[in-house]
Every structure is written in C-alpha cells, then in structure tokens.
C-alpha cells in the first residue's frame, strides 16, 4: 500500500532559528500534498497545499513567509517553519493525494516541533 | 465557510457500542471521513461515505445522510484500546479534507 513518511519525526530548535520538515510519498507519485498543524487536543488545521512545481496555496491566515512550502518533485514537500517561536511548537502533519484511497489522501506519521 | 460539529467527550462502557455524530456545513461536498487518533500519533483512516446509507468495517460502522449534512460513527464491543479521539472530515470538491473538532472517548473498565 501507499505510504507517506516525514522526517524528522520529532525535533527541538532554539527561538529565531528554521527547521526544516520532509514529506515523503515512498511508493508513488503525488503531485499535491497537504500540510497540516495540531495544537494539543485541538484539531487538525490545513495550513497550505502544495502543488508540484508550482507555489503553494495557503489557508487564511498563515503566514506564507512564515511558513515555506517547495514540492520540487512528486514525492517530496517540505515545510520551513522560519524564525521559529515557541508559540510554532506544534505537530505538523502531511498528507499525500492519492486516488487509490477512498478519502484520497495518505496521512505522514507527523513531526512534533518544539521550539524553545 | 466550512463548519463540522461532533460532541467534544463521550464515554462508554467497554462491551458497549457508542455512537458519535457528526453535522456539518460546506460549500462543497465530496464525502464524509472518520479518523482515530491516540495521543501522540498521527490520525488513522476507519472509513469514508460517499453516498447515503451505512457502511460497516468489522466493530466500526459508519453512516451518511446528505440531504441532512449528518453522519455517525459506530463503535461496537467497545475495547480498551478504542480511547482516542475520533475527527469526522469533510472532502471538498479541491481535494481538501476539514476536520471537525474531534470526540474524545473514555472507555470505561
């Protein structure tokens, strides 16, 4: 079956530095993917979604300087949280297109940011 | 706009079966999803309706009523390991997919 993996899985930064999160499709293409963040015991919210060599469409009120979204191939989108503050620490989860899946999306196993 | 309601907490007994309902409100409407997840880990798709009427996966039914923008989730012999939180998802007609809020069960022993 189709599978999605981000890297890292979990990662901590000091304030005011980037950090830098992988989306990987591993057994097919995927020319959209989706970025989602998880506050805890909130809810998934879509931030962007990210078209294969074209700019990313990103949901009202995130910031798209903020946060830097390239889907340079069809199996991999990375998501730039820059200048990172505590109030960034969150889950970020991805989730690939694919239309062998019902609700035609594949979630990533999701990265828990921690910005200190 | 998009809006999807469902309870914030249920609690069941475990054997017992427990229903979540889900209503919602969406400029597009391509199908209904419910996902679980525990603390700490990423949501798993349970199941997707497309068209009206109940769609069963072993403990897990799932219903849809689109002329009532309603549906619910079904858990039976309720388990241990069934405490988590459940989102039901809408897709819209661009692929999207919006969480509702998301239904914490406490499964009682």
């Not at chain 2, 889900?22 to 990423?42: E, I």
């Amino acid at each position: 079956g189709a599978v999605v993996s981000q890297h890292p899985s979990w990662v901590i930064c000091k304030s005011g530095t980037s950090v830098k999160i992988e989306c990987r499709s591993l057994d097919f293409q995927a020319t959209t993917m989706f970025w989602y963040r998880q506050f805890p015991k909130q809810s998934l919210m879509l931030m962007a979604t990210s078209n294969e060599g074209s700019k990313a469409t990103y949901e009202q009120g995130v910031e798209k300087d903020k946060f830097l979204i390239n889907h340079a191939s069809l199996t991999l989108s990375t998501l730039t949280v820059t200048s990172a503050h505590p109030e960034d620490s969150s889950f970020y989860i991805c989730s690939a297109k694919w239309g062998g899946r019902l609700d035609g999306q594949f979630f990533g196993p999701g990265t828990r940011l921690t910005v200190l | 706009g998009q809006s999807l309601e469902q309870p914030s907490e249920v609690t069941a007994v475990e054997g017992a079966i427990v229903q979540i309902n889900c209503t919602y409100q969406t400029s597009g409407f391509y199908g209904l999803s419910w996902y679980q997840q525990h603390d700490g880990g990423a949501p798993t798709f349970l199941s997707y309706n497309a068209l009206d009427g109940l769609e069963e996966t072993g403990r897990f039914s799932s219903f849809l009523s689109r002329s009532d923008s309603y549906g619910y989730l079904l858990l039976q012999e309720l388990q241990m390991k069934d405490s988590a939180s459940y989102f039901c998802a809408v897709r819209g007609g661009d692929d999207k997919i919006i969480f509702g809020k998301g239904t914490r069960l406490h499964i009682l022993p």
